[in-house]
């Protein structure tokens, strides 16, 4: 199964399709297998790096709902057609909101977790800090889902 890496972050321009451009880049570099999707609505970046063959998947509507076919469809080749051992999602500002809700509403880490996918989100506030620190990182970082899951159900319990 796949080790499935979420770049995920509310905030623009801070690096994330830099790192995911540089982990698709290294894990290719030591002989794995990687592909690649770019669920920015509004830019694309990740997709102007061609020869990493990235794929479009527009998760979120102009208006910030999620499109949920897309989303989908996404989960769905993950699932039942990805041979890759790595997959690196991008994700932008845009459709950060969107994108956490979708996996949190519809519990998609666990059904990627059930079907023996590992996942790790990468979730960092600044990219202050040094390249030379944050780049062996990327695969280690803690999980964001895991925080917000927390917190969402602390805050559904105090209600």
């Not at 297998?33 to 990740?46: A, L, M, P, Y």
């Not at 998947?57 to 469809?73: L, P, Q, R, S, Y």
């Not at 994700?91 to 809700?101: K, V």
Request: charged share 20%; aromatic share 8%.
């Amino acid at each position: 199964m796949s080790n499935i890496h979420f770049f995920l972050q509310g905030k623009g321009g801070i690096g994330k399709t830099t790192l995911s451009s540089f982990a698709a880049q290294y894990l290719k570099s030591i002989g794995k297998s990687v592909e690649c999707f770019d669920t920015d609505t509004v830019n694309h970046s990740f997709m102007q790096w061609k020869e990493l063959n990235v794929k479009e998947c527009n998760i979120c509507e102009m208006n910030g709902d999620v499109n949920h076919h897309a989303a989908e469809e996404m989960i769905e080749y993950l699932l039942e057609e990805c041979k890759s051992e790595n997959i690196i999602i991008d994700n932008g500002a845009s459709s950060f909101l969107p994108m956490l809700s979708y996996l949190v509403e519809n519990d998609i880490i666990s059904i990627l977790k059930g079907a023996g996918h590992n996942y790790k989100v990468k979730n960092h506030n600044s990219t202050s800090t040094s390249w030379s620190r944050l780049l062996p990182s990327v695969i280690t970082l803690p999980t964001f889902i895991d925080l917000y899951l927390d917190r969402l159900l602390r805050s559904i319990s105090l209600t």
